[in-house]
């Protein structure tokens, strides 16, 4: 048995060879999709960009189906699932359980995400991600899906059966890492958004085969968003687990209070699928009772979580690094971070910019009254980019740069272009969420071709020249975006291929694992009275931003719906 593991240099970590397989070829895959998902985001902003309208409209909505499979299904859970393992199997030092049904489990995905590729370019499956009856896509359409969703589900399961060996055969002591547990938390919201995929996609399928009927339009999205919604919910969970893991590896940190930090992920299991339902406040199908419950009293027990870790992750880098003897003024800590270390810099623009941007953009769409300002506009899949890209990819792409020395021995290549990186991605995706939110405030529909409407037969709506100027600028943040994506994808690629091979007992300078402070460090640290005074300030622009922006929707409801 003690053959299949090997310690790694650098970390520590002990690290079963079987699980290393997975871990790696999942993570592959992940890069793959999310290149193959980034070229369809190119063709989606050109054709979105007035003056160019690069894609006729059949190959639009083509486009924008597959957009959306590969970067919020396929890139994501393929990055998750290697993710899960290492959590469970690298952080607690076990064995991965049944890693051959590992591989059975990524056969399933493979095959599923490229089946899907596959049929949508043939052009009979233009449904985008949604999928929504009675539009109906070819039967391979929905079995690729499912096919892909057991696979992810196998994968969860083994990462829940490596828990349990963990503790059987006692390879760590105590309680589980705060990593490990929001591993758990992401793994159990994934069984929930599977098994609904699952309600809906398998009769879905027989319908399209002629088994069954009908199926009601308004149950189809009121699952399916169960499924939709809550993959982002995993990816939440997954990314702030990276985020604290992130805190730990290049700063020593320590959470503030894992006890407060296990409660937020805690309150991510019980509260976050609920947050699916803002999807559906303009549907008749539920009653104005529960959509009031949902949007002003149990959502934010949700966003009240994100806010816990919103402040715990930069407050324990904070005092990690006050600890280290940066304790001047307010943001020395700050200024003093390594920020042209790509796994750290890409870290912290994906806190700032899920907080800012996804965070106060979702509570705001998630109110009943000022959804329907926003609703199927623009501004939907502008609030998807801060959270989904800015978020969970900007996370998942820092964190890919520590593990290829970890996992795969090989030392990361153009390291000038990598510190760039994470840079021109988020500043590329931050321009993105905010022109595609300002498009939609002026009411550019989310779904269609052209916002001239020049295909209607004469009818004609113009809206202001803004919304020009602002598609014009997305286009031209998607071209950014691209190009900080392309280079995540041409430097870890080659990095596999033809980074410096690392030997077994090789340590890296600098070191890629910080050092832990000593308690006694933590003792006097701070300034006015507080350990952590530069992050309440954040926090404080960060609500004060909040604020202004929720009162800034309220007064553009009341002048659009004025009362003579």
Known sequence: MAEQ???????GLKIHLPAQALMKANAVAAVVFLLIGGIYGLMV???????????????????LTAHGLNVLIFWMIFFEIALLYFVSSVLLGCRLATPKIGWVAFGLMVVGALLNNYIVLTGTSSVMMTSYVPMEAHPLFYLSLILFAVGALIGCFIFFGTL???????????SVSLVTFGGITAAIIAVFTIVS?????????????????????????????GFGHSSQ???????????????????????????????????????????????????????????????SYAMYLAVMASMVHGLTVPGSIEAAQRAKGFNSGLFEWLRRTPWGNPTFSGMFISLVGFGFLGGISGVVMGAEQINVLMHNTLYVPGHFHATVVIGSTL????????????????????????????????????????????????????RHW??????????????PAAANTLLALNGLSVLLAVIGGAAFCVIIVASLLFGRKLGDEEKLDPPIMASQPADADYVGIGKFGSTVPGTLVLALVFFVSFALYYFINWKYLAETWGIS
């Open 164 to 174: 349990v060996i963990a503790k059987a055969e006692k390879t760590y002591e105590g």
């Open 233 to 295: 919910q995993i990816n939440v969970s997954a990314h702030i687990a990276v985020w604290y893991a992130i805190a730990a590896i290049v700063f020593g940190a320590k959470p503030m209070s894992e006890k407060v930090s296990r409660m937020a992920f805690l309150m991510y299991i019980l509260f976050l699928q609920i947050a699916s339902v803002h999807h559906l406040l303009a549907d008749p199908g539920m009653s104005s009772e529960f959509k009031m419950f949902n949007t």
């Open 450 to 463: 052209d916002i001239t409407f020049s295909m209607t037969g004469g009818i004609v709506h113009e809206f």
């Open 5 to 11: 593991f090997r310690t790694c240099p650098d970390t």
């Open 395 to 446: 996370a998942f792409m820092a964190l890919t740069y520590w593990l290829v020395p970890v996992l795969f021995r090989r030392e990361i290549v153009m390291k000038g272009l990598a510190s760039w990186q994470p840079y021109l991605f988020g500043f590329g995706m931050t321009g993105v969420a905010l022109f595609l939110m300002g498009a939609g405030t002026l009411g550019v529909p989310r």
């Open 197 to 225: 995929g699952a309600i809906i996609l398998i009769p879905t399928l027989l319908w399209s085969l002629g088994f069954i009927a009908d199926i009601d339009s308004l149950a189809y999205r009121l699952i399916w968003w």
């Open 45 to 63: 902003g050109l054709t979105r960009w007035p003056a160019v309208h690069l894609l006729p409209a059949d190959w639009f909505y083509l486009t």
